[in-house]
C-alpha cells in the first residue's frame, strides 16, 4: 500500500511563504505523476498541482498559478509543494497523493488512501 508522510504546515501571515514536504513510499516513484490536494474546512478536497515524472511538466489550479511552485526528488522519493504569497484563502489541510487524470481536466488520487495532511493556517 502506498504510504504518504506530509510535513511543514504552520500558521503563518498573509504573505509568507511555506515549503512542504511529502515523502512517499509502496509505489515507484520515479514513474508516478505526483500532486498536490488541499481540503478547507467545510469544503471538498481539491487539486492543487501537479508534476510529471522527470518533472518537465507541472500543473496549477488557477486560484495558485504564480505563486505556488511543485518540484519533486525522486532519489527521495520526496514531492514538494513551495508556497509563496500565501492568502488567507489558502488556509486547509494539504495532501499529497500519485496522480491521474480525472477525464475533466483536473486530476484525482491515482491511488485508494490519503496521508495524514499537514494543517496550513494563514491569518490576516
Known amino acids: 500500500q502506498v504510504q504518504l508522510v506530509e510535513s511543514g504546515g504552520g500558521l503563518v501571515q498573509a504573505g509568507d511563504s511555506l515549503r512542504l514536504s511529502c515523502a512517499a513510499s509502496?509505489?515507484?516513484?520515479?514513474?508516478?505523476?505526483m500532486g498536490w490536494f488541499r481540503q478547507a474546512p467545510g469544503k471538498e478536497r481539491g487539486f492543487v498541482a501537479a508534476?510529471?515524472?522527470?518533472?518537465?511538466?507541472?500543473w496549477f489550479t488557477a486560484s495558485v498559478k504564480g505563486r505556488f511552485t511543485i518540484s519533486r526528488d525522486n532519489a527521495r522519493n520526496t514531492v514538494f509543494l513551495e508556497m509563496n504569497s500565501l492568502k488567507p484563502e489558502d488556509t486547509a489541510v494539504y495532501y499529497c497523493?500519485?496522480?491521474?487524470?480525472?477525464?475533466?481536466?483536473?486530476?484525482?488520487?491515482?491511488?485508494?488512501?490519503w496521508g495524514q495532511g499537514t494543517q496550513v493556517t494563514v491569518s490576516s
Open positions: 509502496g509505489l515507484t516513484f520515479s514513474r508516478a505523476t
Open positions: 508534476i510529471s515524472r522527470s518533472s518537465t511538466t507541472t
Open positions: 497523493a500519485p496522480v491521474e487524470p480525472d477525464g475533466r481536466g483536473s486530476w484525482r488520487n491515482a491511488g485508494s488512501n
